[in-house]
């Protein structure tokens, strides 16, 4: 709240960039001290901007602003592509077979990922699994007590955090990368991976699911096993349409996401600032 008084002291517009704090799924944590705290410190800085920079029009819909007035842009955040991996190599080193149909699944290991959802949608399917993360060991507990002596357990490899080469190789080896979060307000990793020319299944609690829908880049679940299952399904089981999906999602990656492109909506959000088309 300094910069902001001395912003409007200096007559100097200003933006705020809240990167998912200020929704409804982030404030529910920590709950009454963001109550108190919200109208006293947030509801100001947010008033006194000239603009609220949203990275998806989901959070600019569900933006909370303790009932300050604002004004939003929406402008996606920069994701580079990852570079060309090894695929034979990686399914090489995890034993996977070259003719298998590999979803990848690539996060933090924490409950709101929606793992959980995604295990139980796989166990019915005709498919290999790579859990590649890591992050809270009570997930990471629960993921083995899903996985011990099944069939899915059978066909499911565990990498930990992977990160560089690795990283690339992941994404080169998989055929379909699939999220199912129960809140993802971006989701970089789901852009990565239209970028890497994969088919992306998320749920509708990830911000980008509208992007995804509307281009074709891959299928749209609800918070729920049966509906990934059955958004997982055609994927798997159709090689055609999971390779015109993959090129739907690069071109969307490259069109919307890819660091000229966002660079450039935030660029105009700064111009339209400085001549005062923002006010």
């Given amino acids: ?19 998912g704090q200020l929704d409804p799924f982030d404030l529910a944590k920590h709950r009454l001290q963001k109550k108190l705290y919200g109208p ?3 509801r100001p800085l947010i008033a006194g901007a000239d603009v609220v920079v949203c990275t998806t029009d989901l959070e600019a819909e569900r933006l909370v602003t303790y009932g300050a007035p604002t004004r939003t842009a929406v402008v996606p955040l920069p994701v580079k592509a990852p570079a060309l991996g090894d695929r034979v190599g990686f399914r090489a080193r995890h034993g996977i077979p070259c003719d298998a149909t590999v979803v990848l699944f690539l996060s933090r290991l924490d409950v709101k990922k929606g793992l959980d959802l995604l295990l139980a949608a796989m166990a019915e399917l ?5 859990v590649a993360g890591a992050g809270d060991p009570e997930v990471a507990a629960a993921v083995d007590r899903a996985l ?3 069939p899915l357990g059978r066909r499911t490899v565990r990498t930990g ?9 992941a994404f ?26 994969l088919p992306v299944v998320v749920s509708d609690e990830t911000y980008l699911h509208g992007e995804v829908s509307a281009a074709g880049a891959g299928a749209v679940c609800r918070v729920d096993a049966a509906s990934c299952r059955d958004a997982l399904a055609p994927l798997v089981a159709d090689g055609p349409c999971r390779a015109d ?4 999602a690069r071109a969307l ?5 890819a660091p000229a492109a966002a660079t450039a909506a935030m660029v105009e959000v700064y111009r339209s600032l400085h001549t005062g088309a923002v006010a």
């Fill in 253 to 257: 990656a490259e069109g919307r996401f």
């Fill in 148 to 150: 011990d002596g099944t």
């Fill in 245 to 248: 999906a993959g090129r739907r």
């Fill in 126 to 130: 005709d498919a290999w699994l790579v």
């Fill in 40 to 42: 006293v410190a947030v």
């Fill in 1 to 19: 709240n300094a910069s902001r008084r001395a912003c409007r002291a200096a007559g100097v517009p200003y933006l705020v960039q809240p990167h």
């Fill in 161 to 169: 955090f992977i990160s560089g080469a690795e990283k690339d190789d």
């Fill in 172 to 197: 080169a080896a998989a055929d379909l990368f699939a999220l199912p979060s129960r809140n993802e307000n971006f989701g970089i990793v789901v852009v990565e991976a239209m970028a890497a020319g």
